[in-house]
């Protein structure tokens, strides 16, 4: 299981990859809370498309993606921790080897497009 300092840093490199686009709102990095749900989120048009939570990586994509994410074991719908599964929330596997960039563009597309 990957350590919340490596999430943590792989985050900041994906928020770093997101400084250049405008329509992007970047989470404050200074308070370093992921109590309340989304408040260090990658936001788009206002809405979160992408977040770091106590339990892992999230991103908001369509359910029918998300669920094939699943099929292939690189993760799960993601529980805000009130035992509801979000049907469009993935929290990526620590173990998936998958691109965060590439993930969290696909979810901030998919947010836009909503």
Known sequence: ???????DEKFSRLIEAFRPNTAVTLPDQSTGSRKAFGSNGLKVDGK?????TSKGF????PARRV????????GQQFDPGHGRLMKEWLQLNPESNMDWLLLATEAMNFVRSK
């Open 1 to 7: 299981m990957e350590s919340l300092s490596n999430l």
């Open 48 to 52: 979160i498309f992408a977040m770091l």
């Open 58 to 61: 999230v991103v908001k994509i």
């Open 67 to 74: 669920n094939e994410l699943v099929a292939e074991g690189e």
